[in-house]
C-alpha cells in the first residue's frame, strides 16, 4: 500500500516564485490557519478579484487543497497543511515583520501592494520574455 498523497505533497520544497507568492499574500490578505503541524495557508479575495485568485492558485496548485471556491463574495482555496507554514509563522507572530520585508524579491512586493490595493498584477501587459525574467528574479 502506497504513501498517502498529502504525505509525499508535506515533503515538496516550494520554488522561489511559490515562497514569494506565500510571503507576498501573508503580507497582505493570506492567513495561517491550523496548530503547529497543521498549519496551512488561506487565500481570499472578493470575486470581481477571481482573476488574481486564480493566478495565485495556479502558482500554489502543487500545494492546493482545492481549487478555489465561491463562498459568499469570497473566493477562495486553502492549501494543505504543510511544514512550511510552521518555518514561516514566527516571522508573522508578532507585528514587527522587518524580517519578513528583507526576505521578499520584486514579486513578493508585488503579491503584497496587490493585495492590499496599490498593484494590479496584469500578466497580459507583458512581453513574454518580460514574465519570464519577472520569474527568475523572484
Do not use: C, N
Amino acid at each position: 500500500m502506497g504513501e498517502h498523497p498529502q504525505s509525499v505533497l508535506r515533503r515538496l520544497v516550494p520554488d522561489p516564485v511559490q515562497v514569494q507568492v506565500i510571503l507576498g499574500s501573508l503580507l497582505g490578505d493570506g492567513r495561517l490557519e491550523g496548530a503547529v503541524g497543521d498549519r496551512r495557508l488561506r487565500i481570499a479575495h472578493h470575486q470581481d478579484r477571481a482573476e488574481y485568485v486564480w493566478w495565485k492558485y495556479e502558482r500554489l496548485a502543487a500545494f492546493a487543497a482545492h481549487a478555489p471556491l465561491l463562498r459568499g463574495e469570497q473566493l477562495e482555496f486553502h492549501t494543505i497543511a504543510h511544514p512550511v507554514f510552521d518555518d514561516i509563522a514566527p516571522l508573522f507572530a508578532g507585528s514587527d515583520r522587518r524580517r519578513v520585508r528583507e526576505l521578499l524579491a520584486p514579486l513578493g512586493l508585488a503579491v503584497w501592494m496587490t493585495d492590499v490595493g496599490r498593484l494590479r498584477l496584469r500578466a497580459e501587459v507583458f512581453l513574454p520574455t518580460q514574465r519570464a525574467a519577472a520569474l527568475v528574479a523572484s
